[in-house]
Every structure is written in structure tokens, then in C-alpha cells.
């Protein structure tokens, strides 16, 4: 981890096909041939599904994208290729190298992605022909085509900055540990302070488990909603033991010290669990909306693929945001400085100590800051705002009533969570007060977590009917 990462090569030379001389030229007309069919037969495809109302369909909606992949998918080779058949220069820089690997990988993994959702679409179309375009919806396509590239774009950038890693000299860390100052306690409370955490995260587990038990157990639970419940159940479980613990461990300990590698390993799972957080939460937004905007098609649109596919694509979109932060973070390099005024391993407080530039890590907390945090708090805004304006239109007391008992306990956690959050990564910079920080901090990894469970059990009679029918079950046998 030294302060630039530089490749000891300016250039590569491409030795390209092993093709005779004297048949170069056959061999470029050939191949060049094949692109130009390539690209005319694709973009044809493109247009004639763009034009042709009768060609707005699922299938050819993956179509339309898989020829758009296969025209970039060959553009990525093929042009320098065949450059290099007819010129003797056959170096590319180590910058033109490294794009070439990122796109190639790019396009070849959607390519076969894009495959896998026609295949999906294919076997609906055999297998479950009445329920075909019920299944099949817009939103399902666009949110496979969305999930495809986005995982083709995770699987290249991760590939790509490996590499370019690998092909730098080697990156060493100037520190192998860091010092954690913990909070602000005075040494009298240290006593105090530790069992009013230990408890709040006791609360967190069990409350939370519980909630996870009771969606397990009661078939009236297994829902929509309490399915985006249990996995938000899970994020907060795991959020939680992400940094109390240590934190604990540290008011009991003189030496409040973490190796490099745990460090930078407890900073991807806090991101991780804090986006997918977000985007949970927005998934829950979007349930709330159609049961209040749609409820006569509320079962046919909130269907068990659509969920699963939401839950699926917040962990990608999660484990995508924190990978980047964190393979980033490992470019840099920490000369001296290694204590952290956090009680965790927080990006902003390392971004701080780093001897290196930090630009390109800035821009890339903020750029995907607004993807995983403003972007899913504009959809919450939206949604609700649609609820309102259905509620609105025809007012009545019971339609008020109904909707605040649907939304309250969403409403309540979508508050506590953003009105921590906001500002605290965003805007890190802008965050001068340490003792600030760390409250906010306290707020969204030990407060909010131990809320939700209260928030969605006194708020919910089904929660509460469960737990009463596992009490009486519990009495019973015991």
C-alpha cells in the first residue's frame, strides 16, 4: 500500500493471430467482414424492435439488450484486432490494456446473464403459458436486465482492480494496526456506559431473532411485507454485531488495538449492512405502495419471484457499493498516523489518516452515496407520496386509519434511520465534530437496530397475535 500504484510497464505488444504473412490480407477481410455483419445484423435487430409494436414483449426486450451487449461485446477486440493486422505497431498502452480487460469481462458476463433471464423467460412462456404475462411483467424484466448489469459490472471491477493491483508493485500498509479511542466516557462511568450497551445490543439479538422466529413459525406471516421484515431483521442483527461488540470489548481493555485486516474487513461488513439497509427498506417502501395504491392486484404483482428478486438484488447492490469502497481503500497508504477517534473502523476517519491522495475515494463515496442512500430515500419519498394522494382522493377516517396502521411502523423506521444517516457519509467532510459523529454513529448501529423490533411489534396486531399464540404455546409445554 504504497502511495501510487504504478504499473513497471508503459506498454504491452499483442502477437495477435498466427496467420502467415503472405495471407494477412485475407484474413483481414475476412474477420473484418464478420464485424461489420456483427454490428449491421445487431443494430437491425435493435430497430426492428424498437419500430415493430408487435415486438414489445418480454423475450425481445432481452433480445434488444443481448444485441446491444454482442455489438459492445465485439467492438471491445475485434477493431484493435484487426488494426494491428494492418499495421506493424501491435503495442496498447497499459491504460488501453486494462480497459480492454474491464469491458471484455463486462460484456461477456451479461452476455451470459442476459442469457439465463431468456431462458427464465422461455420456461415460463413453456411451462406456465396462462400465467405468462402476469409473471413476466414490465417491472420484472427491467429489474433483470438491472440486476444483470449490475453484477456484470461488480465482477469486472473487482477482476480489474485485482489486476491492476497485481500488475503495480506490491501494496504494504505502513501500519499493521490501528488504535481505536473509542467513546468520549469519563473513566468513573466506563461501568455504567458498558452494561447500558451490552444490554441495548442484548435487546438488538433477541428482539430481532425473535421477530425472525415468529415469521418462521406463523403461516398468517408469510407475506410480502414480514418476508422484507426477516431479512431487515437479519441486517440489523448482523449491523449491530458488527461493531458493538468490539466496542465492549474495548471499554473493558487497556488496549484498545485493531490488526489492519480486521479493520478494513469491519469496514466493508458496516457499509455492506448499512446499504443493504437502505435498500431494504426501500423494498418495504414499494410493498406499502401497492398494498394502499393496488391492493386488488396486490397479490399478483408483489409475487414471490418479484420479492426474492428485490432481496437479491439489495444484497448485490450492497456487497458492490462496499467492495468498491474497500478495494480502493486498500491503494492507499497509512504512514504514521493510526489512531482512529471512532469507536469503529469508520471509511471517513480512515480516508483522514491516509498519506495518499484521496480524491478518487471521495468521489466515489459521494458518487455512490447518492446510489445507495439519496436515490432509495427519493424512491421512499415517491411511494409515499402516492399513498397520500390515493388516500386523499377519497378521504374518509377508516382510509386514514388503515393506511397509518400499513405505514406507521414502516414510516417509523424509514425516520430513525435516515434522519441518522443523512449527512454522516454523504457530506463526510463537512463533519468537523468528532463528538457529533459519534453520537449519529450510535444512533444507526445501537439505537435504530434495537427500535425496530419494538417498533414493529407494539405497532403490528399480527406480530402481536403471533407472539401471543408462541406464548401460549411456550406456557403450555412448559
Not at 494496526?177 to 445490543?201: D, I
Not at 480524491?359 to 439519496?374: D, P, S, Y
Not at 386509519?401 to 434522519?419: D, E, I
Amino acid at each position: 500500500m504504497r502511495r501510487e500504484n504504478q504499473s513497471c510497464i508503459s506498454e504491452f505488444l499483442l502477437l495477435g493471430l498466427p496467420i502467415p504473412p503472405g495471407q494477412q490480407g485475407a484474413f483481414f477481410a475476412l474477420f473484418l467482414g464478420m464485424y461489420l455483419t456483427t454490428v449491421l445484423g445487431n443494430l437491425l435487430i435493435l430497430l426492428l424492435i424498437r419500430l415493430d409494436s408487435r415486438l414489445h414483449t418480454p423475450m425481445y426486450f432481452f433480445l434488444s439488450h443481448l444485441a446491444l451487449t454482442d455489438i459492445s461485446f465485439s467492438s471491445v477486440t475485434a477493431p484493435k484486432m484487426l488494426m494491428n493486422m494492418q499495421t506493424q505497431d501491435q503495442s496498447i498502452s497499459y491504460t488501453g490494456c486494462i480497459s480492454q480487460v474491464y469491458f471484455f469481462l463486462f460484456w461477456g458476463d451479461l452476455d451470459s446473464l442476459l442469457l439465463t433471464s431468456m431462458a427464465y423467460d422461455r420456461y415460463v412462456a413453456i411451462c406456465h403459458p396462462l400465467h405468462y404475462t402476469t409473471i413476466m411483467s414490465h417491472s420484472l424484466c427491467v429489474l433483470l436486465v438491472i440486476v444483470s448489469w449490475v453484477q456484470s459490472c461488480t465482477t469486472a471491477l473487482l477482476h480489474t482492480l485485482l489486476l491492476r493491483r497485481t500488475m503495480g508493485p506490491e501494496n504494504q500498509s505502513g501500519v499493521s494496526e490501528f488504535l481505536l479511542l473509542g467513546l468520549p466516557v469519563p473513566p468513573g462511568q466506563q461501568g455504567a456506559f458498558f452494561a447500558l450497551f451490552l444490554g441495548m445490543y442484548l435487546t438488538t439479538v433477541l428482539g430481532n431473532l425473535l421477530i425472525l422466529l415468529l415469521i418462521r413459525l406463523d403461516s398468517r406471516l408469510h407475506t410480502p411485507m414480514y418476508f422484507f421484515l426477516s431479512h431487515l431483521a437479519f441486517t440489523d442483527v448482523s449491523f449491530s454485531s458488527v461493531t458493538v461488540p468490539k466496542m465492549l470489548m474495548d471499554m473493558q481493555t487497556k488496549y484498545k488495538s485493531i490488526p489492519y485486516a480486521e479493520c478494513i474487513a469491519q469496514m466493508y461488513f458496516f457499509i455492506f449492512f448499512t446499504d443493504l439497509d437502505s435498500f431494504l427498506i426501500t423494498s418495504m417502501a414499494y410493498d406499502r405502495y401497492v398494498a394502499i395504491c393496488h391492493p386488488l392486484h396486490y397479490t399478483t404483482i408483489m409475487r414471490e419471484e418479484l420479492c426474492a428478486l428485490l432481496v437479491t438484488a439489495s444484497w448485490i447492490l450492497s456487497c458492490a457499493s462496499s467492495l468498491s469502497h474497500t478495494l480502493l481503500l486498500t491503494q492507499l497508504s497509512f504512514c504514521a498516523a493510526n489512531t482512529i477517534p471512532h469507536f469503529f473502523c469508520d471509511l471517513g476517519a480512515l480516508l483522514k489518516l491516509s498519506c495518499s491522495d484521496v480524491f478518487l475515494n471521495e468521489l466515489v463515496m459521494f458518487t455512490v452515496g447518492v446510489v445507495v442512500i439519496t436515490l432509495p430515500f427519493i424512491c421512499i419519498l415517491v411511494s409515499y407520496g402516492y399513498i397520500g394522494a390515493t388516500i386523499l382522493r377519497v378521504p374518509s377516517t377508516k382510509g386514514i386509519f388503515k393506511a397509518l396502521s400499513t405505514c406507521g411502523s414502516h414510516l417509523s423506521v424509514v425516520s430513525l434511520y435516515y434522519g441518522a444517516i443523512f449527512g454522516q457519509y454523504l457530506f463526510p467532510t463537512f463533519s468537523n465534530f468528532i463528538d457529533k459523529d459519534i453520537i449519529v454513529a450510535l444512533m444507526y448501529t445501537v439505537v435504530t437496530p434495537m427500535l425496530n423490533p419494538f417498533i414493529y411489534s407494539l405497532r403490528n396486531r399480527d406480530m402481536k397475535e403471533a407472539f401471543g399464540k408462541l406464548f401460549s404455546k411456550v406456557t403450555f409445554f412448559s
